[in-house]
């Protein structure tokens, strides 16, 4: 039988590390400095964004995380070291994407609800 987005989804989040607002408010408080990293599409992220979060599409996640790509996006090849907290509207796409990023050697955790939960917890979120 072939596979479904969802079964994507919980494939990857059974691999996956999640982290909650409440989780990554602590680090940003504590100067922990994850790398934020939105996945969605450009007009999702101007529309409002944790702040501080780095836009890198899903759709081009793979090259922007490979320092050897043409295009690379040195702002997250530079992150590998560090914690790389991934999100999107609900959580599916960056529980993907940080799947996707822990097999290339980062360590990557997925924002749980995404930028929904992150807004309703009461986080702040700025627009471009």
Known sequence: ????????????????????PDELDAMIENHDEPL????READEYRRGHIPGALLVPRGTL??????????RVEALCAARGRIVVVYCETGARSALAAD??????YRAYNLAG????WQADGYPVIAD
């Open 1 to 20: 039988m072939p596979k479904t987005l969802a079964d994507f989804i919980v494939e990857a989040r059974a691999r996956i590390q999640e982290i909650h």
């Open 36 to 39: 934020i990293l939105d996945v």
């Open 62 to 71: 793979e090259a922007a995380a490979d320092a050897g790509a043409k295009d």
């Open 100 to 105: 996707t990023l822990t097999q290339m050697g």
């Open 114 to 117: 995404g930028i929904v939960l």
